[in-house]
Structure formats: C-alpha cells, structure tokens
C-alpha cells in the first residue's frame, strides 16, 4: 500500500479453450509461477509466500512443493467463490509484505476446465444445501442463470437497453483482435453478429458469456525496496479493498446489496486509501464473467451513476484509444481467455510497463476490479510513479 | 386457484432437490407458502437459516404468508448446461416478493405459464402471482416436499416494482 509493494513480475501459461490444452493445471501453474519468478529477475528461493482463491483441484500446500519453492513464511486464501476474489488475493499478499510478513508473494490462478469441469455447467448430483437450497431446485444452478437475474433487474431498474450489454462485448472483442494470446484473436464481432447470437438466458447472448478456458497466470507481489533493483518497472501497489455493504453475504438474493455489485463499499475503500478519484483512472480491467456485471461495476465503484452508465460505456469509450475509460485492454474473460480473472491482473500491470497489445498512451494508473459474483467483491489499483 | 393447489415438477423429476433441515423443512414441507420469523426480535428473514441476522437469537415461529406475490424479477433460460435440463429448456426462473412480506424474495418458477410458449413473454416484472405448490416425495427419506411455486393471477396489483 502507497510505497510499500509493488507488482514486480508476471507470468503466463498459453491460454486455451476448455478442454484444448495438452499441460495439466498443475504444469501450467508451474510455467506461470516461474516466467513471473523469471520476469521479475528473483531467484526461486526469494518466493517466501503465496496468496490463492478458489477451491482448488489441488491442494495449494502440495503445489508449493510441487512448484519448487523455497522456505514457506506466509500463506492464505481469499474469501468467496472466485472471480470476485482475484483483487483481494493480490490486496492480502500486499498485506502480508506491507507488514514484512514476507518478502515476494506469488498470487496464482490455474485451470483446465477440460479436466474439472467446465464452469458454466451444473452436472452436481448432491442435494443443494444451505443458500443453494433456495436457488438450485428451482434452475437457478448455473452461473449463467443467477447472473442474468442481477443484471436483468439492474437494467430494468435503471432503464439500460441490450445496447449497453452490446457495447461491452464490442470492446472486449475489438481488444481480443489486438492479442495474438486472446482465444478469440482473429474472430473479430459485429453488433449485428451479437444481436443475431442465440439466448442463454436472457438478457444474456452467447457473446455476453465470458470464455471457459484452460490457462495459468500469476503475479509477485514484493517489497520496495527491492524493487529499484529487478529487471521490471514496478507496478506500484497504491492501493487494495475487498468488502461489501453489512448486510451482502445474505443467501439467495436476499443480500441487502441486490441488484448490485457489492463494489460500493469497495470503491469508497479504494479511492480514499489511494487519495485519488475515479476520473484520474486512466485504464480498467473489469472482471466480467457476463457483459452486465461491468455495467455494475462501472457504476458500484463511482465512475457513474447507474442511470448513466449505457451513456458511459457506448460507442467507443471503452477503447483503448481514446476511450473515455479504456476496458478490458486484452479481451478480457469475454474474449481473451478466462482464468478467474487473475490473466485481467496481469493486463493491469502490463499497462503500467506500457507493454499490452492495446496500450493506453502513458498510462500512470492502472485500476483491476473484481465482482460482482459471490461475495465480497475486491479491487486494485496500480501507479507507474512511486507514490 | 387456492394456495394448496398442487401443480406438477416444473423441472424434470431427476433434478437436485434440496437437502431438508430443521431451519428450512417448514419451507419446504409446509404446503403452504411459509417464512421464518425470529422469536426474539420478530423479524421474518428469508431464506431460513439457524439464527437470525438481525439479533443472531436461534429460536423461531415459522409463520404462514398470503401466498399473494410480485413478480420481482425474471430470466428465461434457453441453454440447458445440464443435461437433465436438455429437454426442458427454454424455462423461466423469477424472483417473487410476498405482498405481505416485501423486503422478501423468494427464487421460484411461474407454472402453467409456458405450456403455451408466447405466454413466456407475459412474465413480466410487476405482474402478480400466486402460490401453488409442487409435491414430491423426499428421495432419501420419502417424507413429502411441496416446493412453492408461482401461477401468474389476475388480480389488479398496486404495488409498483422498481
Ligand atoms: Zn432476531
């Protein structure tokens, strides 16, 4: 937080449609950890801690032996169910270094959906218990589904049109033709193409369904003082937050949060800690596991009203180029690849370095969002300048 | 149509039915539309659940509600992502809040509705309803479950949904 850590290596598996991948999770988070590792120019023995989310197919304990790590020193996991927790787990591994704790904080993601599952299915044959019990019997099992009831009535209470959905999907395409890595490179989208695109579940498209893919990625979060001396410019952490309003964790659309993103709280957090406001953002990775959950987000957080927000994000505002925030600069989960929103992280700190595909000019304020989704949703925010 | 009205499964009989517990059996097992209310401060909270999130007491009443709702919320869903959902797709999942206990939602189906595939489109927000009920036994313990569900009525509604 504001001088104490900075981002100082990132590191990628390819990325892949569900099933396509030949690695296992375990091999590509293997290659990801060490190109971070490689990248930030640490030796392997200086890794000292790990932050993860998710319930993983493989025990994180196990992975760090299996990884080659050195010395244990910290270790913890984010709350919730995923991709609201990207931000927070990178926010605990800068907490874990602010208070010297550890020195080097790896934050990985690893999936091969063709292995485990593919996330926008059910196919559980337990009975559901607990919030599920209220939401499952009655089809509201995959993601898809829960998620198209928020976003539907946050659009029909702040009347936003199936443009403003349009328009998300647009610019993540339009990003993804940028990227040699996105899996949806070369398949560029029209809005014609969207509007013609078959119903998941309204008021979601296909093209409003982020990717299920196989990947890794990972970032290292390290003290600064070493930072002067490893190869990368530092992505100066300024700032983290996680949280929900009180009454946010309640089950089955109950939460006291609905129709939201649980991400006002988390903006207040955000733009207090690092002292600025929104509109000095200069670029936004958004997680969107569907279109409308940007919609949200973009308003939760305080870049708008939610009123304003079809207005905020039409036309070419989302883009890299001039946009009035650009979006999702590499495809995002809805076109470049979804590994639970870490590889949105890693965009992050490549537009501080100035090295994405579709770099904003000059960009000194990198901002990574994570939620809606399960709660609590989670945010960061990078500085290229030392704070 | 009264509230013990008993509609078939709207999903296909091998679908996840829910796990039965002492906080949520008089939901499910009621046969009539029924919520919990804290016995110490007296709030109804939705979904059951072993204490209350307003005092944290974990002694309830469970009480019985009209059975009266509006429609809150709505999607259709057109993909299965199951497959013993394959042949019952496209369906409707709503969320209804009880006339008489607003600040509730309750997940369901609105039944009868898409035996005729254009009134798919007549589920809208704001339109009132009613509860039915689904009975089906309990496939671990054969005690009978009667899932409330939703018939859209023709009732005028006042209440406006934002
Ligand atoms: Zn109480």
Redesign the interface.
């Given at each position: 937080m504001l001088g104490s850590t900075a981002v100082t290596g990132i590191g990628e598996s390819r990325y892949y449609r569900a099933g396509r991948s030949p690695q296992s999770a375990a091999a590509m988070a293997a290659t990801a950890v060490h190109a971070a590792i490689a990248d930030a120019s640490l030796a392997v023995d200086d890794v000292d801690g790990i932050v993860t989310y998710h319930p993983d197919q493989h025990d994180s304990a196990q992975l760090w032996s299996w990884l080659g790590l050195g010395e244990l020193r910290f270790s913890a996991k984010a709350w919730g169910g995923g991709g609201n927790s990207g931000a927070s787990a990178v926010q605990i591994a800068d907490a874990a270094v602010t208070a010297g704790y550890a020195r080097n904080v790896v934050v990985f993601r690893s999936l091969h959906q063709g292995a485990e599952g593919r996330y926008?299915?059910?196919?559980?044959?337990?009975?559901?218990?607990r919030?599920d019990?209220?939401?499952?019997?009655?089809?509201?099992?995959?993601p898809?589904?829960k998620n198209?009831?928020l976003i539907?009535?946050f659009m029909?209470?702040h009347g936003i049109t199936q443009e403003a959905l349009a328009d998300i999907a647009l610019a993540s395409y339009f990003h993804a033709q940028r990227n040699p890595r996105a899996v949806m490179y070369g398949k560029p989208l029209t809005r014609e193409a969207y509007h013609a695109s078959?119903?998941?579940?309204?008021?979601l498209h296909l093209y409003d369904c982020c990717q299920e893919s196989d990947g890794a990625c990972a970032v290292i979060v390290s003290s600064a003082d070493q930072a002067p001396d490893l190869r990368q410019p530092p992505a100066w952490l300024l700032a983290g937050a996680t949280g929900m309003h009180a009454?946010g964790g309640?089950?089955?659309?109950?939460d006291t949060d609905?129709?939201s993103g649980r991400l006002a709280p988390v903006g207040r957090q955000l733009w207090e800690r690092a002292g600025i406001r929104p509109t000095d953002v200069d670029v936004a990775q958004f997680y969107e596991n569907f279109t409308g959950s940007t919609l949200i987000a973009i308003s939760d957080i305080g870049f708008c009203g939610p009123g304003e927000v079809e207005a905020f994000v039409s036309g070419k505002n989302l883009h890299f180029d001039g946009g009035v925030l650009p979006f999702n600069t590499s495809g995002g989960n809805i076109a470049e690849a979804y590994i639970h929103g870490l590889q949105l992280m890693v965009e992050a700190v490549r537009q501080i370095r100035g090295t994405s595909t579709s770099q904003v000019p000059g960009a000194r304020l990198s901002l990574f969002v994570a939620g809606p989704g399960t709660p609590p949703s989670s945010a960061v925010l990078l500085s290229a300048d030392a704070p | 149509m009264s509230q013990d009205a008993v509609t078939p499964r709207?999903?296909p009989a091998d679908?996840?039915?829910?796990?039965i517990?002492a906080a949520?059996r008089a939901f499910?097992t009621a046969g009539r539309l029924t919520l919990q209310r804290c016995r110490s401060c007296a709030q109804v909270?939705?979904?059951p659940?072993d204490i209350c999130?307003h005092c944290q007491a974990d002694t309830f009443d469970y009480v019985a509600a009209s059975g009266l709702g509006t429609i809150?919320?709505?999607?259709?869903?057109?993909?299965a992502?199951?497959?013993r959902?394959a042949d019952r797709v496209?369906?409707n999942?709503v969320?209804v809040t009880p006339d008489d206990h607003p600040d509730?939602?309750?997940?369901?189906?609105v039944v009868g509705a898409d035996t005729v595939p254009v009134e798919i489109g007549a589920i809208e927000?704001g339109a009132p309803v009613r509860c039915v009920f689904t009975e089906v036994p309990d496939?671990?313990t054969g005690e009978t479950l009667t899932?409330p569900q939703w018939e859209l009525d023709q009732r005028d509604v006042a209440r406006p949904v934002?």
């Open positions: 926008g299915r059910y196919n559980q044959t337990a009975r559901p218990a919030g019990a209220f939401l499952v019997p009655f089809g509201a099992a995959m898809v589904v198209a009831l539907k009535k029909h209470r078959r119903w998941i579940a309204e008021p009454g309640l089950w089955a659309f109950n609905y129709p | 709207y999903l679908w996840p039915l829910p796990e517990t949520n499910f909270q939705h979904p659940h999130h809150d919320n709505v999607t259709i869903v057109h993909h992502g199951d497959p959902l496209p369906y999942v969320i509730v939602r309750i997940v369901g189906n927000i496939p671990d899932l934002s």
